[in-house]
T-cell receptor, first 114, second 114 residues
Framework: DTGVSQNPRHKITKRGQNVTFRCDPI?????LYWYRQTLGQGPEFLTY????????KSRLLSDRFSAERPKGSFSTLEIQRTEQGDSAMYLC????????????FGSGTRLTVV | KQEVTQIPAALSVPEGENLVLNCSFT??????LQWFRQDPGKGLTSLLL?????REQTSGRLNASLDKSSGRSTLYIAASQPGDSATYLC?????????????FGQGTELSVKP
């Protein structure tokens, strides 16, 4: 297991298009988190899954955003009708519930909406 | 509501200097605190994890301390090198029954000049 994997690394899209990102967590981790980071800021929580259940969504996650984690393995984050304000780095992290272990982050997907 | 603040926002030092990065948080009810490094355009790399019951952790030239009662953590970097240039983020983790998500500071951008 080589850690948390995110694809694509970069995505440039036109305003109004839909985009989908994928995250493959560390296989033994049952929790998966999505964060968004804009330039010069720390990451902000978007949503998290425990196994296949989506347990919390931030108010940052508008109706245009949807995340899934079928079968409790990989996760996808879809943004519909993208806006320029969606331009950011989208980070995925995984961990194990019930343990004090730290998070492992992926390399992120950089989204640019033009 | 938990808020995390990092001071300074940016720091430039000559190579070889010892330096301290500061992190403060408003709610002392944390599970643990994690320091990350982020290179430009990249994901987050975990540096040190301090459990709420611990006072400090060390890894090589890095030492992180935690004072829960005052809501403070420091990251000490000894004998800084140009390769240490990056953004350093601290994050506090909420308890598992609160989702275990991380709350980040805005980061300290460190530049070490040769």
């Amino acid at each position: 297991d080589t850690g948390v994997s995110q694809n694509p690394r970069h995505k440039i899209t036109k305003r109004g298009q839909n985009v989908t990102f994928r995250c493959d967590p560390i296989s033994e981790h049952n929790r998966l988190y999505w964060y968004r980071q804009t330039l010069g800021q720390g990451p902000e929580f978007l949503t998290y899954f425990q196994n296949e259940a989506q347990l919390e969504k931030s108010r940052l996650l508008s109706d245009r955003f949807s995340a899934e984690r079928p079968k409790g393995s990989f996760s996808t984050l879809e943004i519909q009708r993208t806006e320029q304000g969606d331009s950011a780095m989208y980070l995925c992290a995984s961990s194990t519930a019930g343990t004090p272990d730290g998070y492992t982050f992926g390399s992120g997907t950089r989204l640019t909406v033009v | 509501k938990q808020e995390v603040t990092q001071i300074p926002a940016a720091l430039s030092v000559p190579e070889g200097e010892n330096l301290v990065l500061n992190c403060s948080f408003t709610d002392s009810a944390i599970y643990n605190l994690q320091w990350f490094r982020q290179d430009p355009g990249k994901g987050l790399t975990s540096l040190l994890l301090i459990q709420s019951s611990q006072r400090e952790q060390t890894s090589g030239r890095l030492n992180a301390s935690l004072d829960k009662s005052s809501g403070r953590s420091t990251l000490y970097i000894a004998a800084s090198q140009p390769g240490d240039s990056a953004t350093y983020l601290c994050a506090v983790r909420r308890f598992d029954n609160q989702g275990g998500k991380l709350i980040f500071g805005q980061g300290t951008e460190l530049s070490v000049k040769p």
